[in-house]
């Protein structure tokens, strides 16, 4: 897929819930190759937190990637306690690009979409294992910040994880 494709990222709106839902199953299932996690006994993997992304609308923001109109992946982005610093600030949450889609920039187009819709304070943390992600958001927050942002390492779930830390 040649990166003159049109990226974009839109609210999720709450018809659409299903298909984030679908869009999490995909996203969970490749992110227990490395988490390790299980499915349930109705064969799919769970996020508990999905359904607050429709009850705390001031809180966390869903949003959908699409790639020339058709849909490519998600985001979620949430307001926490920083860890790096104190004060409150944005999160990714989750971040999803279906294979298809992946190696193509489709990522390094989406992310920075989300960053631009709030200003602020960022972290964006991976777990401990994920040395691809660790390099990919590495990689985008080194470019969107021209180089300004800090990295740590935090104890949290009985791992050390990397947080990328900048403010927009």
Not at 68 to 86: I, N, P, Q, S, Y
Not at 90 to 102: H, K, L, N, S, T
Not at 103 to 110: L, P, S, W, Y
Not at 119 to 132: I, K, Y
Request: charged share 30%.
């Amino acid at each position: 897929m040649p990166t003159r494709h049109v990226v974009s990222l839109r609210c999720a709106r709450p018809n659409q819930k299903e298909l984030l839902r679908n869009l999490m199953q995909l996203y969970l299932y490749d992110f227990s190759e490395i988490e390790k996690s299980r499915m349930n006994a109705k064969g799919l993997f769970e996020y508990k937190y999905l359904k607050y992304y429709w009850t705390e609308p001031k809180k966390r923001f869903p949003f959908l990637i699409y790639v020339d109109g058709k849909v490519a992946g998600f985001v979620l982005v949430k307001t926490h306690e920083m860890v790096t610093c104190r004060g409150e600030g944005y999160e990714i949450a989750e971040f999803f690009v279906a294979r298809p889609f992946r190696r193509h920039g489709v990522g390094m187009k989406a992310a920075p979409q989300a960053f631009d819709r709030f200003r602020g304070l960022w972290e964006v943390s991976q777990t401990e294992h994920n040395r691809v992600a660790r390099r990919f958001w590495r990689g985008v927050i080194r470019r969107y910040t021209k180089g300004r942002f800090r990295e740590t390492f935090v104890r949290a779930d009985g791992q050390v994880r990397p947080v990328q830390a900048f403010r927009n």
